[in-house]
């Protein structure tokens, strides 16, 4: 005997989609029936303890039958059996719609635009509808959603987000799309999708009120000046976090040119440097410390050149000393008269100075004669004619 059989039963059937992306979103669509073993139907109690489900499996839109037979122990038939009608109806199926990456966009970009393919709904006569929210209300001031007659042929679509101005930061965004197919049966009516949208600041922090390059002379006997400008100002977009420069206003300055460097970065690490040069200018020639006066030598007995000495003058810069020369060195030989002796310095900036001495080699001996014929005489011993 066969008890407590199941009563006729419906069940849902849902759709299957494989999409095929060409220049068109296209799709298949197939049918799913999961196995009856899946559902709750019950199970008959025969009287010996053993049955057997015999059914047909069912297709959409149709009637099928599950019949129970029962078998007792010799393996025959009971002469009862019954069958329960399954009628398997429509179950609705969620909108499908592609996932959305996220976005980063750049500060500067005004109200940029994300694509993304509609949603589709696969039961036909079905509509849909489709929201956006965020959690940052403080970025994003409002979100259109915008679908032009050519965007439409390609099922595609975009959001358009408008920022507020000079804020970087990130937002959840959320795309909820709900069909009129309705939750019956188990149904599904809701597709939600989400992305991030990140703000970022790649502007770099503008430098402002750059000083010209400058300059100044150094004082007398210095080689350092101090140098003041007016302070520089800042604009970024992220809150400035850093400004430092190898040089502050008032500090003290060499001789030369000096690179002043500013460093200015944001709080995304975004940078921007502004120099200038500060040029501290020497006019101030070498001074002499040790000037040589002029002096005189003896010439030699029966020589001809005389040699001199003397301390070499010693030159000082409030710089340094680039370059030193003469034109001649103690101990040279001089001749017999003046001679102009010539030191010279120059520092980095050229400025020169020369000292100056004559050497004087002063002949003291009398010059002697040399073949003198000596004393001699002579006696006149002639006679005239008129003696003789």
Same mark, same amino acid.
């Given at each position: 005997?066969?008890?407590?059989?199941? &009563?006729?039963?419906? *069940?849902?059937?849902? %759709?299957?989609?494989?999409?095929?992306?060409?220049?068109?979103?296209?799709?298949?669509?197939?049918?799913?029936?999961?196995?009856?073993?899946?559902?709750?139907?019950?199970?008959?109690?025969?009287?010996?303890?053993?049955? &057997?489900?015999?059914?047909?499996?069912?297709?959409?839109?149709?009637?099928?039958?599950?019949? %129970?037979?029962?078998?007792?122990?010799?393996?025959?038939?009971?002469?009862?059996?019954?069958?329960?009608?399954?009628?398997?109806?429509?179950?609705?199926?969620?909108?499908?719609?592609?996932?959305?990456?996220?976005?980063?966009?750049?500060?500067?970009?005004?109200?940029?635009? #994300?694509?993304?393919?509609?949603?589709?709904? *696969?039961?036909?006569?079905?509509?849909?509808?489709?929201?956006?929210?965020?959690?940052?209300?403080?970025? *994003?001031?409002?979100?259109?959603?915008?679908?032009?007659?050519?965007?439409?042929?390609?099922?595609?679509?975009?959001?358009?987000?408008?920022?507020?101005?000079?804020?970087?930061?990130?937002?959840?965004?959320?795309?909820?799309?709900?069909?009129?197919?309705?939750?019956?049966?188990?149904?599904?009516?809701?597709?939600?999708?989400?992305?991030?949208?990140?703000?970022?600041?790649? #502007?770099?922090?503008?430098?402002?009120?750059?000083?010209?390059?400058?300059?100044?002379?150094?004082?007398?006997?210095?080689?350092?000046?101090? #140098?003041?400008?007016?302070?520089?100002?800042?604009?970024?977009?992220?809150?400035?976090?850093?400004?430092?420069?190898?040089?502050?206003?008032?500090?003290?300055?060499?001789?030369?040119?000096?690179?002043?460097?500013?460093?200015?970065?944001?709080?995304?690490?975004?940078?921007?440097?502004?120099?200038?040069?500060?040029?501290?200018?020497?006019?101030?020639?070498?001074?002499?410390?040790?000037?040589?006066?002029?002096?005189?030598?003896?010439l030699p007995i029966g020589g001809v050149t005389s040699q001199a000495y003397w301390v070499p003058p010693l030159f000082v810069d409030n710089d340094r000393i680039k370059l030193e020369g003469s034109t001649h060195v103690p101990g040279d030989a001089f001749p017999a008269g003046d001679t102009a002796v010539h030191y010279w310095a120059e520092d980095p900036s050229g400025n020169r100075s020369i000292s100056e001495f004559v050497v004087s080699v002063v002949d003291r001996e009398l010059p002697v004669l040399s073949g003198v014929p000596?004393?001699?005489?002579?006696?006149?011993?002639?006679?005239?004619?008129?003696?003789?």
């Amino acid at each position: 005997m066969i008890a407590d059989l199941p &009563q006729n039963r419906e *069940i849902g059937a849902s %759709w299957l989609v494989s999409f095929v992306f060409q220049c068109l979103l296209s799709g298949r669509f197939t049918k799913y029936l999961p196995a009856l073993s899946s559902f709750s139907y019950g199970m008959p109690v025969t009287s010996d303890q053993l049955s &057997q489900l015999v059914y047909e499996a069912p297709s959409f839109g149709t009637e099928t039958f599950l019949e %129970w037979q029962a078998r007792d122990e010799s393996a025959q038939l009971f002469s009862s059996s019954r069958k329960v009608n399954i009628k398997v109806l429509e179950v609705n199926d969620p909108p499908l719609m592609s996932s959305i990456d996220d976005k980063t966009f750049d500060i500067a970009k005004t109200n940029p635009w #994300v694509r993304y393919f509609d949603p589709t709904t *696969i039961e036909q006569g079905q509509t849909w509808t489709i929201e956006v929210e965020h959690d940052n209300p403080n970025l *994003i001031a409002s979100v259109d959603r915008h679908v032009t007659a050519n965007d439409r042929i390609f099922r595609r679509g975009r959001f358009r987000f408008d920022f507020v101005d000079g804020t970087i930061g990130t937002a959840n965004v959320t795309v909820t799309v709900r069909d009129s197919g309705g939750t019956a049966r188990g149904g599904q009516d809701t597709t939600v999708t989400s992305f991030r949208v990140t703000v970022r600041d790649i #502007v770099n922090p503008a430098i402002l009120d750059v000083p010209l390059d400058a300059s100044v002379i150094a004082g007398p006997g210095l080689r350092i000046m101090p #140098v003041s400008w007016t302070p520089l100002t800042l604009n970024a977009n992220s809150g400035l976090t850093n400004l430092s420069s190898n040089h502050t206003s008032g500090d003290l300055f060499p001789i030369g040119d000096t690179t002043v460097t500013y460093l200015a970065s944001d709080a995304l690490g975004n940078e921007e440097t502004a120099s200038f040069i500060v040029t501290v200018l020497d006019q101030e020639s070498p001074m002499v410390v040790n000037p040589v006066s002029s002096f005189s030598v003896s010439l030699p007995i029966g020589g001809v050149t005389s040699q001199a000495y003397w301390v070499p003058p010693l030159f000082v810069d409030n710089d340094r000393i680039k370059l030193e020369g003469s034109t001649h060195v103690p101990g040279d030989a001089f001749p017999a008269g003046d001679t102009a002796v010539h030191y010279w310095a120059e520092d980095p900036s050229g400025n020169r100075s020369i000292s100056e001495f004559v050497v004087s080699v002063v002949d003291r001996e009398l010059p002697v004669l040399s073949g003198v014929p000596s004393d001699m005489s002579q006696t006149g011993c002639g006679s005239s004619d008129g003696d003789r």
